[in-house]
């Protein structure tokens, strides 16, 4: 079955820090990868994907991700974090029809 | 676009009581999915839908209903309140195809039941 496990629930950063969040996944078929993001109070958005090509990808706000197959992963990185990148985040997987497997969940904490 | 809208943003159920979230999105979207989110379990699948008239389970569906009537309506109803559907509720749809599963998501509900 289809899995997501991503392996830091809190992460406490100070501002100016690097940020890298692990995702790692369990899917068959050819994947297609999704980083989201949830600001406080507010609904999921998307904050990149990988559907095929570079597996190196950039997303809005200065992320980017990296899939490397042979790790089943999909890393979230950033050089450098700002106190507004305070959110949760989530990684997911394409599913079986249509769906998404979403991980647990990784809450970052930016200290001003 | 509006894009997903979902109704009410937050209510206090008693248990026993029933009640509708209501889902709507106006991108022509063929799928549409309900989640629940509980604190540090992620975003489980309660129920989806791949078009009009079509509906399937997903993770959790236990204690809810939906139905598809109109390809811009998802509805989820829940008939006998418990608390544990505490929760947010989260709408979604998306357009499936080979290079597109993205999903674009609701504000969500948040659902107390006491």
């Known amino acids: 079955a289809q899995s997501v496990s991503q392996h830091n629930h809190h992460v406490i950063l100070s501002e100016a820090a690097s940020l890298e969040l692990g995702c790692n996944y369990s899917y068959g078929g050819t994947v297609n990868l999704f980083w989201y993001v949830q600001y406080p109070g507010q609904h999921l958005q998307l904050l990149l994907k990988y559907f095929s090509g570079d597996p190196l990808v950039k997303g809005i706000k200065g992320f980017e991700a990296e899939f490397i197959k042979s790790k089943f992963s999909f890393n979230l990185r950033k050089p450098s974090v700002q106190w507004s990148d305070t959110a949760e985040y989530f990684c997911a997987v394409n599913g079986d029809g249509g769906k998404l497997i979403f991980g647990q969940g990784t809450e970052l904490s930016v200290k001003p | 676009n509006a894009g997903v809208t979902q109704t009410p943003k937050f209510r206090i159920l008693k248990i026993g009581q029933s009640m509708t979230l209501q889902c709507a999105q106006d991108m022509n979207h063929n799928y549409m999915y309900w989640y629940r989110q509980d604190p540090g379990m992620g975003l489980k699948l309660i129920y989806y839908s791949v078009g009009a008239g079509i509906t399937d389970k997903g993770e959790v569906p236990n204690g809810y209903n939906v139905s598809r009537s109109t390809t811009e309506d998802f509805p989820l109803r829940l008939e006998l309140a418990a608390p544990s559907q505490t929760s947010v509720y989260f709408c979604?749809?998306?357009?499936?195809?080979?290079?597109?599963?993205?999903?674009?998501f609701g504000p969500g509900t948040r659902l107390t039941v006491t």
């Open positions: 979604a749809s998306s357009v499936v195809g080979p290079s597109s599963y993205e999903q674009y």
